[in-house]
């Protein structure tokens, strides 16, 4: 159980290492702030789903789930200090966290 929930937040850091080095408006400082990182954005997208049902991930989850995501991505880059999303950012890093989601098997967060 713990060892999975490691290995989810390693792979979320790496999908957003890869999504600022993809992405215009987006940047981050170093692996350590990629896991902080990943970890409030798992925290986000439990919380929004919880309270209003709407899963934030971009694949296979159409729109909302899209703008959710880039809405998530953009709040986390005003919470974590070294992560800083432009709202352009974040709506192309949604679509580059959604096409990682559909290439790696399982629920990133």
């Known amino acids: 159980m713990i060892l999975s929930l490691i290995i989810k937040v390693v792979i979320s ?15 981050i400082n170093g692996f350590g702030t990629a896991i902080v990182t ?3 954005i798992g925290l ?7 309270f209003t049902g709407v899963d934030a991930s971009p694949a296979g989850r159409g ?13 986390a880059g005003k ?14 890093g949604a679509a580059v966290l959604g096409i ?7 629920k990133r967060m």
């Open 13 to 27: 850091a790496l999908a957003i290492l890869l999504t600022s080095a993809l992405s215009i408006g987006v940047t």
């Open 38 to 40: 990943a970890i409030v």
């Open 44 to 50: 986000l997208d439990w919380l929004i789903e919880k």
């Open 63 to 75: 729109f909302k789930g899209f703008a959710v995501a880039a809405i998530i991505l953009f709040l």
């Open 79 to 92: 919470m974590v200090d070294g992560f800083t999303v432009s709202v352009l950012g974040a709506i192309i």
């Open 100 to 106: 990682v989601d559909a290439i790696i098997p399982g």
